[in-house]
């Protein structure tokens, strides 16, 4: 079965860390660009991260950066997001994909290949 699957959400209190993990079955991530997005009640999904597969280039969205970080573990075939000093506005559902190539990795109106089903980030005291 060919799919995505995040895991690692849950709720934190600000200030905390969380590891998102995004796991392929059915084909392997060590040549895909593989992106994180996130979604908040009531707005529209954004790039959070991402790493392309031609360069190994990395992006993050400003609102994260020195906190978030993205990263390959191609004996597990995962891709992972470490987030530290989570804030209240990382609060979101976040949602991993896959794509052979995409320049725009962080735009997830590119036509990403794979989408996982979501994982629940709360960031609350």
């Known amino acids: 079965q060919v799919q995505l699957v995040e895991s690692g959400g849950g709720l934190v209190q600000p200030g905390g860390s969380l590891r998102l993990s995004c796991s392929a079955s059915g084909f392997t991530l060590d040549f895909k660009t593989v992106g994180w997005f996130r979604q908040a009640p009531g707005k529209e999904r954004e790039g959070v991260s991402c790493t392309r597969s031609t360069d190994a280039r990395t992006w993050y969205t400003d609102s994260v950066k020195g906190r978030f970080t993205i990263s390959r573990d191609s004996a597990k075939n995962t891709v992972y997001l470490q987030m530290n000093m989570l804030e209240a506005e990382d609060t979101a559902v976040y949602y991993c994909?896959?794509?052979?190539?995409?320049?725009?990795?962080?735009?997830?109106?590119?036509?990403?290949?794979?989408w996982g089903q979501g994982t629940q980030v709360t960031v609350s005291s």
């Open positions: 994909a896959a794509v052979d190539y995409a320049a725009a990795c962080y735009d997830p109106r590119m036509p990403f290949s794979y």
